[in-house]
């Protein structure tokens, strides 16, 4: 999952600043396929429950997902959370349930004109069956900045972070940099288009960095609703061959 609820865009291309208050709730799937360095391809489907709640100068998310995993009892999470973990047993498993929780907060630090820059901290709590590989049982630390910036009918935007990986018991896992950069068009006063390309350095010696782009389109149906959709393609072992989604978001 690119989890990746894609709330960044549609946060990006609908509003130009923070509410005084306002609560968001999400809902939708995200489908992604990919062999992950393993020989047999896994297949993964989450559908999250989102909460988001503006107020002032913060916003607050909680992302709660149910997912369901085809496939190497090697690879545990899902999305951008994913890892390989060789563990001396290829068996091929079907699991499904409670994903990881993830909890966020943001802080809108500079807003001058087309310019906004945000701070961020985000904890996924290990609430997944780490024996069945929803998850790796160990809770993960981040931190980041996020920067947007208006030009017109187009904003670029970026993503500079740091994760700390909790460590599996026998796996010492590395703590990555990540980064995104992207781009976003409102096409019409009520659609907007754009794409995103992210990448995370490699977690374990072993592995490869995660590499992946992002084509999404986000329409908005009525002051209150708005859908999105997005396709995902990766180019690199630790990303999903392909991928997509489709969400709901329901505003008051």
């Known amino acids: 999952m690119k989890t990746k609820l894609f709330l960044l865009a549609g946060w990006l291309m609908l509003a130009t600043c923070h509410a005084d208050s306002a609560l968001t709730l999400s809902t ?10 393993e020989s047999r391809r896994t297949e993964t489907l989450v559908v999250p429950v989102g909460i988001k709640y503006e107020f002032g100068d913060w916003t607050l998310r909680a992302t709660i997902p149910y997912v369901e995993s085809n496939g190497p009892s090697a690879v545990s999470g899902s999305g951008p959370d994913r890892v390989t973990i060789e563990n ?29 820059i945000e701070l961020g901290a985000k904890v996924k709590l290990a609430t997944a069956d780490k024996t069945s590989g929803l998850g790796t049982g160990e809770n993960d630390y981040s931190v980041q900045t996020e920067i947007y910036r208006t030009l017109g009918s187009h904003t670029l935007f970026g993503t500079l972070g740091y994760k700390k990986m909790g460590d599996p018991a026998g796996t010492n896992l590395r703590d990555p940099l990540f980064t995104s950069l ?6 019409t006063q009520l659609t907007a288009v754009g794409v995103s390309y992210d990448f995370r350095q490699k977690v374990q010696d072993s592995g490869a960095p995660l590499s992946d ?6 329409h908005k149906l009525d002051p209150h609703w708005k859908l999105q959709a997005y396709l995902v393609t990766g180019f690199s072992r630790a990303s999903p061959d392909f991928g997509g989604g489709m969400f709901v978001f329901y505003s008051y």
């Open 213 to 218: 782009a992002t084509a999404f389109v986000t």
């Open 28 to 37: 939708g799937f995200d489908y992604s396929s990919g062999k992950y360095g």
């Open 88 to 116: 001396g047993s290829n068996v091929r498993r079907r699991a499904s349930g409670l994903g990881d929780v993830i909890v966020s907060a943001a802080w809108n630090a500079f807003q001058d004109g087309p310019w906004l």
């Open 182 to 187: 992207g781009w976003s068009y409102r096409a």
